[in-house]
């Protein structure tokens, strides 16, 4: 699923045709997210699949598969723009490769709490929106 981070720039939410007042901006709906495309949302959203597999299923060598591309899609989504994440990453996913199970997930985590706080820096109202529920 698209994260909308290619949306319009001068919105600050995603536009649907219902939704578009005549010449305000020109209407341009949001195309999918590419693999490379840098984007915090999409590593935090492959990041939180990764570690929800961890815990659930890691038996299967399809659920390994899955874990390992949901880490290797949080390097891509990070990898140009924020390289200190990406490098946590691919560290994980290099741990997991290996069947450092344990040593993976530690490493995701890391990886994982660095993502939401670059997200936290860059969207500084996000906290008084969690807090309003």
Known sequence: MSCGCQKNPNSPEIKTESSVVADTWKYKRPTKTKPLDQCLFCAQKHADEALVAMSEYTYELENRSFIHGSIRAVVNHTFKSWPDIASKARAAALSWQSAEWR????????????????????NPDIDARIREG
């Open 103 to 122: 040593k993976a997930e530690e490493l995701l985590r890391e990886a994982s709490a660095a993502i939401d706080a670059e997200i936290r820096r860059q």
